[in-house]
T-cell receptor, first 115, second 117 residues
Framework: AQSVTQPDIHITVSEGASLELRCNYSYGATPYLFWYVQSPGQGLQLLLKYFSGDTLVQGIKGFEAEFKRSQSSFNLRKPSVHWSDAAEYFC?????????????FGKGTKLSVKP | DGGITQSPKYLFRKEGQNVTLSCEQNLNHDAMYWYRQDPGQGLRLIYYSQIVNDFQKGDIAEGYSVSREKKESFPLTVTSAQKNPTAFYLCASNPTPPGLPRANVLTFGAGSRLTVL
């Protein structure tokens, strides 16, 4: 069965430090991969997506992610975290069958930023 | 500005009552979705609709119902049959017909928080 695992429930980093959020997936074919961000009490905003081609994808707010097929991973990175990046981050996989939009989401990683 | 409007933002329900959550979009999107979010559980799909007057069950449809009479609107009813309805509900949409990768890219509303008293 398809699944997405985000191993870290909560991460705290200092402002200005680098960030890497981990995401592993289980999927029977080439997946479409996504990272979304959610501020408290709000909806989700798309950070970046991977469909095909270059395995390093750039997103909004200075985020990037790298697709590694051999490791079934799609980790999210940012070189220098800002206090406004504190939020919850969700990795998702989609594309199977005819029910596009039926994304499978990980359980999320909450990011706290220390001043 | 175009977007998805969910209302109400907060809703309280007594046990045994049905409640309806509104989702309206002015993006001219064909497909609409309802997700449920519980703390530490990610998002789970309740129902989706790819065209007016048609909708399909998602992974956790039991205790919920929907309608899609207009392209812009996709209301969700949480019925008394839903045993644990307290959650954050998110509506989403997508403009692309099925079969294209971009059909997976969702735009989300701000959500509705339902609490059962």
């Amino acid at each position: 069965a398809q699944s997405v695992t985000q191993p870290d429930i909560h991460i705290t980093v200092s402002e200005g430090a680098s960030l890497e959020l981990r995401c592993n997936y289980s999927y029977g074919a080439t997946p479409y991969l996504f990272w979304y961000v959610q501020s408290p009490g709000q909806g989700l905003q798309l950070l970046l997506k991977y469909f095909s081609g270059d395995t390093l994808v750039q997103g909004i707010k200075g985020f990037e992610a790298e697709f590694k097929r051999s490791q079934s991973s799609f980790n999210l990175r940012k070189p220098s975290v800002h206090w406004s990046d504190a939020a919850e981050y969700f990795c998702a996989v989609g594309g199977y069958g005819g029910s596009q939009g039926n994304l499978i989401f990980g359980k999320g990683t909450k990011l706290s930023v220390k001043p | 500005d175009g977007g998805i409007t969910q209302s109400p933002k907060y809703l309280f329900r007594k046990e045994g009552q049905n409640v309806t959550l509104s989702c309206e979009q002015n993006l001219n999107h064909d497909a609409m979705y309802w997700y449920r979010q519980d703390p530490g559980q990610g998002l789970r799909l309740i129902y989706y609709s790819q065209i007016v007057n048609d909708f399909q069950k998602g992974d956790i449809a039991e205790g919920y119902s929907v309608s899609r009479e207009k392209k812009e609107s996709f209301p969700l009813t949480v019925t008394s049959a839903q045993k644990n309805p307290t959650a954050f509900y998110l509506c989403a949409s997508n403009p692309t017909p099925p079969g294209l990768p971009r059909a997976n890219v969702l735009t989300f509303g701000a959500g509705s928080r339902l609490t059962v008293l």
